[in-house]
């Protein structure tokens, strides 16, 4: 991981690569901040997720480089719905491969379902992400969700 375009806090999160991807990924999304969020993939990486089709008005679900990334992370940091949130329970790791669940139920309610799939590079940069979205996230998709949520002024 390029630690030095990393905000402290972020950077010292975690004891690994693997940990500190694991902080430093949900905080960079869930502060809607789109340029540490795209510092954590590699140059080259690799996306697939059911959201790119459906925010990028493209017909392919995944999505190559940081260039490519860039439109999408830039949506995401104004667009998403107020039930998209962050409750999560840990990782499981091999040491170079990350996944972690956002579950449905979150104990204080119902949060967008999600598996985050992550296989880090040499450098602890993301080299390929796969979102595997749950049923409860998928309808918020059908509900067109992402497109009602109201832009900044």
């Known amino acids: 991981m390029n630690e030095a375009s990393l905000p402290r806090d972020l950077m010292t999160a975690g004891a690994t690569p693997i940990e500190r991807m694991y902080f430093a990924w949900n905080d960079a999304l869930s502060q809607n901040d ?15 997720s059911p959201l790119v089709p459906h925010l990028l008005g493209i017909e392919r679900g995944w999505l190559r480089g940081r ?22 329970t840990g990782y499981l790791t091999d040491g170079k491969r990350l996944i972690w669940e956002y579950p ?13 799939a992550m296989e880090l590079d040499d450098d602890g940069l993301i080299q390929r992400h796969c979102v595997y979205w749950g049923w ?10 992402y497109h009602s949520v109201a832009e900044p002024a």
């Open 34 to 48: 789109a340029d540490t969020l795209l510092a954590l993939y590699a140059e080259d990486a690799w996306f697939e």
């Open 67 to 88: 260039k490519e990334l860039r439109p999408l992370f830039d949506l995401l940091a104004i667009r998403k719905p107020p039930v998209r949130q962050y409750y999560r």
């Open 104 to 116: 449905r139920d979150a104990g204080k309610g119902e949060q967008m379902d999600f598996v985050e």
């Open 136 to 145: 409860f996230g998928f309808r918020v998709l059908q509900r067109n969700q």
